[in-house]
């Protein structure tokens, strides 16, 4: 067994999953330089929800921010999660869309994209598969753990054959509600090594206390690469944390060979910026207690709180109860899609209105239509055709690749937006995020050039 590698997230799903992904570029440069030095298998450093966050709350160009930390990494792989046909928004892109965000993804520095799909279906990824491989980036397919009737091990093993016919250069296994416990990620890992020949990635996050236990199995099941969060942004809601799993590992076979004492002294920097997030009200210490519901519930965190706050705004607080109870019977009408954005939001919305209306399926989002008519992608079991009925009435469902409806839309894209065009790269920000980017724009335009530009002043980053 060679040594067990880290990817860590402190720049991405670390700050993301405990404070709503507000760390700014300021506060991650004065590191790079030291972390550059630490050996990481890789930094995660863009994709999910920081995107959006640069955009939206930040006042920040997402591409400058990932060109400031490729410049500042020379000799770190550097890497992002993109949702497949969805890149990284809410919807599904045209090809053209999604094959030149992954162009310019990897030119302007990104080495490793991890590409996923909420459903696993494997045709809301070719798109991206292919153009990572085109332009030269490390393919990482990765797999939406979850646990139901049809998720069984052989699922996953079949999966990551799939995957690694369609071109991975890694398969990760993308836990991100932390339903992946020690025993079951050994014997997962041993299934998945004797099947494939390429690294095996883990991913989960420390919401329910068991994550370093699961990494610990999974170390010892063969598990290539897993990812950490150094502990100032670790545990709780987010990655266990870096240097107890490079303690836990030291003078073992599994030895990451990283130096302790370099990750504290990294690590005494973001305690910092922990402090400044939780000063301004995005790093609250219930992300960083245990919370054992994921388990019972099989709910991720995010979805948890989404659920209680619909239920608050209605006054029914107290049919939390009945709401997640009736989340896994939505979950199985619906043929059982993994929790995940988006379609964690799909199902749990559809439970609140089932128990808020006292008649399932009496009042419908369009969401949950949507999914039943195959406009996400294939579900991996039927659904309850009788549910399909009452919900879709004569509506035709479809089962090709939803994407193959879409026209291409780059050129129209460029066109919106030409009195603000300023490189290639706003066009792809503009197509995942109209409203929000044209608002970015304006207000660097009117920053740049002192134009008193009409830009949503509320979106305005807080005071330091």
Request: charged residues 25%; contains cysteine.
């Amino acid at each position: 067994m060679s040594k067990v590698k880290i990817t860590d997230t402190i720049f991405r799903d670390a700050h993301q999953s405990q404070a709503a992904t507000r760390m700014r570029l300021e506060e991650m440069l004065p590191m790079c330089e030291k972390l550059d030095k630490v050996g990481y298998h890789s930094l995660e450093v863009w994709g999910g929800a920081t995107f959006d966050s640069c955009l939206r709350f930040l006042n920040e160009d997402p591409w400058e921010r990932l060109r400031a930390l490729r410049k500042a990494l020379p000799n770190t792989k550097l890497q992002m999660l993109l949702r497949g046909q969805n890149l990284l928004g809410y919807r599904h892109y045209a090809d053209d869309v999604v094959e030149k965000f992954v162009e310019l993804s990897i030119k302007n520095g990104i080495d490793i994209i991890r590409i996923f799909d909420a459903l696993n279906d494997t045709r809301n990824i070719e798109t991206a598969v292919k153009a990572c491989k085109k332009f030269d980036g490390t393919c990482e397919i990765a797999m939406s753990y979850t646990t139901s009737p049809v998720h069984t091990r052989e699922y996953f093993v079949n999966l990551a054959k799939e995957m690694e016919q369609m071109g991975a250069d890694i398969i990760c296994i993308k836990d991100m509600a932390g339903v992946l416990l020690p025993y079951e990620a050994y014997e997962l890992i041993k299934a998945l090594k004797a099947a494939v020949n390429v690294p095996i990635h883990l991913h989960t996050h420390n919401t329910a206390g068991t994550g370093n236990m699961v990494y610990m199995k999974a170390v010892e099941a063969g598990v290539d690469i897993i990812d950490t969060a150094l502990s100032a942004l670790g545990d709780g809601t987010s990655q266990p944390a870096t240097e107890s799993m490079v303690a836990a590992l030291r003078d073992t076979e599994y030895d990451t060979g990283l130096d302790l004492a370099l990750l504290a002294e990294i690590n005494d920097h973001f305690k910092g910026v922990a402090k400044r997030l939780m000063d301004d009200g995005f790093l609250t210490q219930k992300v960083l207690k245990v919370d054992v519901n994921a388990l019972i519930y099989q709910v991720p965190g995010g979805m948890l709180s989404n659920l209680i706050s619909q239920l608050k705004q209605q006054g029914k607080s107290d049919k939390l109860e009945e709401a997640l109870a009736e989340v896994p019977r939505v979950r199985k009408d619906f043929g059982y899609p993994p929790l995940v954005t988006p379609s964690s939001q799909i199902v749990g919305t559809q439970a609140v209105l089932n128990v808020l209306t006292g008649k399932r399926y009496s009042a419908v989002t369009n969401e949950s239509k949507g999914v039943l008519r195959g406009e996400y992608g294939r579900l991996p079991a039927q659904p309850d055709p009788d549910v399909v009925k009452q919900i879709l009435g004569d509506t035709p469902t479809i089962d090709h690749r939803p994407a193959d409806d879409l026209a291409p839309e780059l050129d129209k894209f460029r066109d919106e937006i030409k009195e603000y065009y300023e490189q290639e790269e706003d066009v792809l920000s503009y197509a995942v995020f109209q409203q929000v980017a044209l608002n970015f724009f304006k207000y660097r335009q009117a920053k740049k050039y002192g134009v008193d530009s009409q830009y949503d002043k509320s979106n305005k980053v807080l005071p330091v």
